[in-house]
T-cell receptor, first 113, second 115 residues
Framework: KQEVTQIPAALSVPEGENLVLNCSFT??????LQWFRQDPGKGLTSLLL?????REQTSGRLNASLDKSSGRSTLYIAASQPGDSATYLC????????????FGSGTKLNVKP | DGGITQSPKYLFRKEGQNVTLSCEQN?????MYWYRQDPGQGLRLIYY???????QKGDIAEGYSVSREKKESFPLTVTSAQKNPTAFYLC??????????????FGPGTRLLVL
């Protein structure tokens, strides 16, 4: 069974810093990996989706990389802002049933003004 | 505006009571999902449905039931058999096609509390 882990569980940085969030998965046979953002008490919003054939994907100040062989993905946030404060979750679909998404427990980010 | 709505935002359950959480989408998506989220944990799949009148158990289906009579609607009932129902419940949907290449779109969630 696929297991997804995110470290650290929480991160606090001053505004303007560049930062990296980590996601690891146990089964490297994946179709894609997705990063989501969750604000307190809210649903999830998709940020980036990296297909298994891609190495990275960019959207604005966000850059996600994928290394299937090592079972790792990183989400890089450039020039962090207080508005980036949220919980960031990564997820991968099941290999034999891609309706089953396996989620990490998330990294709670606090960007201090 | 297209999207997913969940109601109510907060729901209180008494001992031995069944309660139903509503999920509606106007995105014309075929697949719909229910997840449970506990504090500090990731999402766990309760049930999912790929098409009307069909649904499958996820990883933690015990104590829950669903129906899918309409494409737009996928209500979740938390039965009295679910002994620890306090959690944040999220509904999601995904567009038709190759599901593994598609993201999921989430509703705003319902927080269920036990009185």
């Amino acid at each position: 069974k696929q297991e997804v882990t995110q470290i650290p569980a929480a991160l606090s940085v001053p505004e303007g810093e560049n930062l990296v969030l980590n996601c690891s998965f146990t089964d490297s046979a994946i179709y894609n990996l997705q990063w989501f953002r969750q604000d307190p008490g809210k649903g999830l919003t998709s940020l980036l989706l990296i297909q298994s054939s891609q190495r990275e994907q960019t959207s604005g100040r966000l850059n996600a990389s994928l290394d299937k062989s090592s079972g790792r993905s990183t989400l890089y946030i450039a020039a962090s802002q207080p508005g980036d404060s949220a919980t960031y979750l990564c997820a991968v679909p099941g290999l034999y049933n891609f309706n089953k998404f396996y989620f990490g427990s998330g990294t709670k980010l606090n960007v201090k003004p | 505006d297209g999207g997913i709505t969940q109601s109510p935002k907060y729901l209180f359950r008494k001992e031995g009571q069944n309660v139903t959480l509503s999920c509606e989408q106007n995105l014309n998506h075929d697949a719909m999902y229910w997840y449970r989220q506990d504090p500090g944990q990731g999402l766990r799949l309760i049930y999912y449905s790929q098409i009307v009148n069909d649904f499958q158990k996820g990883d933690i289906a015990e104590g829950y039931s669903v129906s899918r009579e309409k494409k737009e609607s996928f209500p979740l009932t938390v039965t009295s058999a679910q002994k620890n129902p306090t959690a944040f419940y999220l509904c999601a949907s995904s567009p038709p096609g190759q599901g593994a290449k598609e993201t999921q779109y989430f509703g705003p969630g319902t927080r269920l509390l036990v009185l």
